[in-house]
Each structure stands twice: as C-alpha cells, then as structure tokens.
C-alpha cells in the first residue's frame, strides 16, 4: 500500500477574518473559538455594532425605550442631570465653613 501524500493549504488571519464577517450562521462562541485559535482580530473598530432586533420593529422599540430607561438611570447615579446642582449648593456650604477654618487656623501662626 502506498501512502498518500494530500495537499495541504494555510488559512491566514485576514482569510479567516473576511469569511467571519460575511458568516451569518456561526454562534458568538464559535466565532470566537476560530478568532482566538487563527488570531484573527475582531472586526473594524469604527463599524456599527449589529442590532439585536434584526427587522423586528417591535422588538427594536422596546430595546430603545429600555436603553433610555438605563442612559437616565445611569446619568442620574452620577449627577449629569439639572437636579445634581443641589448637592452642589450644600457642597459650596461645607468649602465655605472649610474655608473659614483654614483662615482661622492661618491667622493663628
């Protein structure tokens, strides 16, 4: 019996990354097990991320409204809104009595 000898080809990295971005049919997990194992990099940092509501005008409607429920949830948490300028008030209250004291403690010397 003879052996035989197949032929054998090389996959590069830009191969492997131009085929995953046109591929619809892969999981996230598969798709990330062929980046790592070929070193192909993610897609363009500059391209839009996918929608999660593909053509479901519903689904994208209440995808949107969820996410504003969150941006001002988030902008709440850390005071970017106009009802952060209260605590601010309270805050120039406390740096004016520091204040005081620091000048108090400066004439002391």
């Known amino acids: 019996m003879e052996r035989k000898v197949g032929s054998s080809t090389t996959v590069t990295s ?3 990354k131009a085929a995953l971005e046109k591929t619809q049919t892969l999981t996230s997990e598969e798709e ?6 070929h070193g ?5 940092k500059s391209a839009p991320l996918p929608r999660a509501a ?7 409607d209440e ?14 948490r ?8 209260k605590p601010k ?14 000048r108090a403690l400066r004439k002391k010397k």
């Open 32 to 37: 990330k097990v062929l980046r790592l194992r």
């Open 78 to 85: 850390t005071g970017q809104t106009k009802s952060a300028s």
């Open 54 to 60: 593909g053509n479901n005008q519903e689904l994208g």
């Open 14 to 16: 830009k191969e492997v």
């Open 40 to 44: 192909a990099g993610a897609g363009s």
């Open 89 to 102: 008030a309270a805050a120039t209250g406390a740096n004016a009595t520091k204040d005081k004291i620091v």
């Open 63 to 76: 995808l949107l409204l969820i996410e504003m429920q969150l941006m001002k949830a988030m902008r709440e």
